[in-house]
């Protein structure tokens, strides 16, 4: 291993393109350019491949293609997930979330708040992990939608979303789950999950940016977002990016052939990694539900310290991982996900999430655990909250 040589251990934020999926997608980058709604052959012939990738998205997630809506990414899923519920059921004016949701539905409900939507939000406790109780008291018939994500993309916790989606049911409500970072790492098999809308993103399983897909159960009420001609059945106006959509085909097959994979080597990356930096490194935490995780992440603190200074360090490195923090208006706060769960300050400064792919190695891990040790001893000889 060398200087030189990039590690990438963050994959939550975003993945390579398999060279399958890039393979898949040349032609259509080349000599495929037709516009699949032409009459004419050359375009029309391309509509094939487009269903083929519904095909193949609709076998990783249990569905039948035609639940299945082409996006451009996870976003707007997100966003016409929950405007669709509010707008098909106007005698409704509630929608609940949970307090760590990614900003796309955090955002998306304060603006529908605006609107007079209220919005419900269930609190975490220390590990992330939803107040049960609390979510069964608001979901009420006057509960247009439940929207819970799957899994988290900072701290990895696995939500109970059949259960939520039962709770929703019950009240004569929809469930939405924004599946972005779940979706080729988890089993799902949307043919008994009880989920009504359910979102994703391509490049978060080896596919381009720029594509995603919400998935619309059989028989729900939906109200187009994107609005204009007759792409999608009506559903999502705009020309097809067949290239994209063609790669995140591509990248579902590849996710349905690896999800063992995810499961067994890729666990193994996280779990060294996390033991040899407890092992090593005195006070550190571990976040989130340990127990219940996605199996590729880790959010780790290194108290006493701030995260952006560690991954300056690891970067010299070539070492690439993310914080739980962010810079926000030019003071550094911690992510709304660790305030949630009201991490002590010295922790929440001082986290770092470290996310794995099938294209990761165990070198890269040990690596790691080499240089990260003298980085933290290194920061806090400076830090004025070391003991």
């Not at 990039?6 to 890039?22: K, L, R, S």
């Not at 106007?90 to 007079?116: F, M």
């Not at 993103?201 to 897909?213: E, R, W």
């Not at 660790?338 to 470290?354: D, E, K, V």
Request: proline share 4%; charged share 20%.
């Amino acid at each position: 291993m060398t200087m030189q040589d990039t590690i990438y251990f963050d994959n939550n934020a975003t993945t390579a393109v398999a060279p399958e999926v890039v393979d898949a997608m040349l032609p259509f980058l080349t000599t495929l350019y037709g516009n699949p709604s032409s009459i004419h052959h050359f375009g029309g012939q391309v509509m094939a491949y487009v269903d083929k990738a519904r095909e193949q998205l609709a076998s990783l997630l249990g569905a039948a293609p035609s639940e299945i809506i082409f996006t451009s990414c996870g976003t707007e899923s997100d966003n016409a997930a929950l405007r669709s519920a509010v707008f098909t059921q106007p005698k409704r004016t509630k929608i609940v979330i949970s307090q760590i949701e990614h900003p796309a539905i955090l955002n998306t409900a304060k603006d529908l708040e605006r609107s007079g939507v209220t919005v419900a939000v269930i609190p975490v406790d220390e590990h992330g992990r939803l107040d049960m109780d609390f979510a069964k008291e608001e979901i009420d018939e006057n509960t247009a939608l439940v929207s819970v994500m799957w899994a988290n993309n900072e701290i990895g916790n696995i939500f109970p979303v059949r259960e939520l989606a039962e709770m929703a049911h019950a009240k004569g409500a929809l469930f939405h789950t924004d599946a972005v970072q779940a979706v080729g790492k988890v089993p799902i098999n949307l043919a008994t999950d009880g989920i009504d809308f359910l979102s994703l993103s391509g490049h978060k399983l080896h596919a381009p940016k720029g594509v995603g897909a919400l998935y619309v159960r059989r028989g729900i009420r939906f109200h187009p977002f994107v609005i204009g001609g007759h792409q999608e059945n009506g559903r999502r106006a705009g020309t097809e990016n067949v290239a994209s959509l063609v790669g995140l085909g591509a990248a579902a097959e590849l996710a349905k052939a690896n999800m063992e994979k995810e499961n067994t080597f890729v666990r193994s990356l996280r779990d060294t990694l996390e033991q040899g930096v407890v092992a090593a490194i005195k006070d550190v935490r571990v976040n989130g539900d340990v127990a219940n995780r996605l199996p590729n992440t880790t959010n780790i603190s290194f108290e006493y310290i701030e995260g952006e200074s560690i991954l300056m360090l690891l970067d010299q490195f070539g070492i690439c991982a993310s914080s739980g923090s962010a810079c926000t208006t030019g003071s550094l706060e911690p992510s709304h996900v660790l305030r949630a769960m009201a991490l002590p300050y010295t922790a929440a400064h001082g986290a770092i999430r470290f996310s794995f792919s099938r294209y990761n190695t165990m070198e890269e891990v040990q690596f790691t655990l080499e240089k990260l040790p003298p980085i933290i001893a290194r920061l806090r000889e400076i830090s004025p909250y070391w003991k």
